[in-house]
C-alpha cells in the first residue's frame, strides 16, 4: 500500500475560489479551538474576531485604513510570486518608503505648499525600489537566495528606522519621546471624511488595483514575467530575460511597499516612530496568496486581513485574550491557504498493491 501523488489538470477559477473559501473555513474552526485552548468561550471570540469589525462604522473605517497598505504590497508581492521571485522583505521596503519619504517633512520642516507631498510619495516609491534593488542585484549576479536576502534587509531597516527616531530624527520639542517631529499642513495627506482616519491615500489604494490588473493582462511586460514564472525554459527562447524581470518585480514591488509606508507615516500615523507598521509587510504574503495573485482577489484578501487586525483589538477588550493572537491565526490562515492549494494542484491516490506484485521502482 502506498500513497500517490500525481497532479490534476487545468485548474479553474471555481477551484481556486472553492480553496480559499474551504482555507476560510478551516481558520476559522482552528481558531474556535484557539480561544477554546486559552480558556474564552469560542463562539463569543469568533464573533469578536471575524463580525464585530464588520457591525458599526467606526470599525468599518478603520478596516479600510489597515486594508490599504495590506492590498498595496499584496499587489507588489503577487507580481514578484507570478515570476517566481520569492521576495519576503517587503516589510523594510516598507520601512525603506517610509524613511526616504519622510525627509521633506523631517529635515525641512518649514516646507509647505503643493509641491511637498507629491514629493514625499515619490521618495517613498524610490526608497521601496532602492532597497528592493539589493536582493535582485544579490540574485542576479551572485545567486543568491533572494528569501534569506530580502528578509535579513527586513531587519535592517527595521533597525535603522529606530537609530534615526531615538538619534538624529528625534523631535527636540518632543520630551525625550523616541519620535520624529509631527507632520504638519501639506505634509499630511487630506481627510476623505472629517473626523476619521480615512485619507486621499486610500484613492491611490484603488486606483493602483485596476492599474496593476492592466499590466499584468495586457502588456507584453505582464505576459512576459507569467511565461517566465510558468515556464522559464519557453522564456528563454521567447527571448524575455530572467535577470531583467527579476529587477523590474522586485522594482515594482517595492515602489509599492515604499508608497504604502509613506502613506501609512502621511496618512495615519503622522510621525515617525520606532514601530511603524503591525507586520504589514509579512502579512500581505498571506494576502497576496490567499488572493490567487489576482490584484481583484488581492484586494479582497486585503479587506480580510484587516478584518482580522480589528478583530484581534476587539477580542482583546471583549474576551481578554493576548493581541498575539491575530499573528497566531493569520499564521494558520497562511497554511491552510498552502495546504488547500496543494490538494487543488495535486490529486492524492491510496493505491494497494497486489500480494506478489514489484513495488513500484523495483
Not at 72 to 80: A, D, E, T, V, Y
Not at 238 to 252: D, H, P
Amino acid at each position: 500500500m502506498r500513497l500517490e501523488v500525481s497532479l490534476r489538470g487545468e485548474r479553474g477559477l471555481l477551484l481556486d475560489t472553492l480553496s480559499a473559501l474551504v482555507a476560510l473555513a478551516v481558520t476559522v474552526a482552528i481558531a474556535g479551538l484557539i480561544f477554546a485552548a486559552l480558556g474564552a468561550d469560542p463562539l463569543a471570540g469568533l464573533h469578536a474576531f471575524f463580525l464585530s469589525p464588520l457591525l458599526d462604522a467606526w470599525s468599518l473605517q478603520e478596516v479600510a485604513v489597515k486594508a490599504a497598505p495590506l492590498i498595496l504590497i499584496g499587489l507588489g508581492l503577487s507580481l514578484c510570486y507570478r515570476a517566481n521571485v520569492w521576495n519576503i522583505g517587503a516589510e523594510g521596503q516598507f520601512t525603506a518608503g517610509a524613511l526616504l519619504g519622510s525627509v521633506p517633512a523631517v529635515l525641512f520642516p518649514d516646507w509647505q505648499g503643493p509641491l511637498v507631498l507629491p514629493a514625499m510619495l515619490i521618495l517613498g516609491m524610490v526608497g521601496g525600489m532602492a532597497y528592493a534593488a539589493i536582493p535582485a542585484f544579490l540574485k542576479v549576479r551572485f545567486r543568491a537566495n533572494e528569501i534569506l536576502t530580502s528578509l535579513m534587509l527586513a531587519y535592517v531597516a527595521l533597525l535603522v528606522l529606530d537609530y534615526l527616531v531615538r538619534g538624529p530624527w528625534r523631535d527636540p520639542m518632543g520630551f525625550n519621546f523616541p519620535e520624529s517631529r509631527l507632520f504638519t499642513g501639506d505634509q499630511r495627506l487630506l481627510r476623505l471624511v472629517e473626523g476619521t482616519r480615512l485619507h486621499a491615500g486610500l484613492l491611490l489604494v484603488v486606483a493602483a488595483v485596476p492599474l496593476v490588473w492592466f499590466v499584468t493582462r495586457y502588456t507584453l511586460a505582464g505576459f512576459s514575467l507569467r511565461v517566465i514564472g510558468e515556464a522559464p525554459r519557453a522564456g528563454a527562447f521567447a527571448g524575455f530575460s530572467r535577470a531583467r524581470i527579476t529587477y523590474a518585480v522586485f522594482a515594482a514591488c517595492g515602489a509599492l511597499a515604499g508608497l504604502a509606508g509613506i502613506l501609512e507615516i502621511a496618512g495615519t500615523v503622522g510621525q515617525l516612530r520606532p514601530v511603524i507598521s503591525p507586520g504589514y509587510g509579512f502579512a500581505a504574503i498571506i494576502v497576496a496568496f490567499l488572493g490567487r495573485l489576482s490584484p481583484l482577489g488581492v484586494a479582497m484578501a486585503g479587506l480580510v486581513l484587516a478584518v482580522s487586525y480589528i478583530g484581534a483589538e476587539a477580542a482583546q477588550v471583549s474576551i481578554g485574550v493576548s493581541d498575539k493572537v491575530a499573528r497566531v491565526i493569520q499564521g494558520t490562515l497562511l497554511f491552510s491557504v498552502l495546504a488547500c492549494d496543494a490538494l487543488a494542484r495535486y490529486r492524492l491516490r491510496l493505491v494497494t498493491t497486489p500480494a506478489g506484485a514489484p513495488a513500484a521502482g523495483e
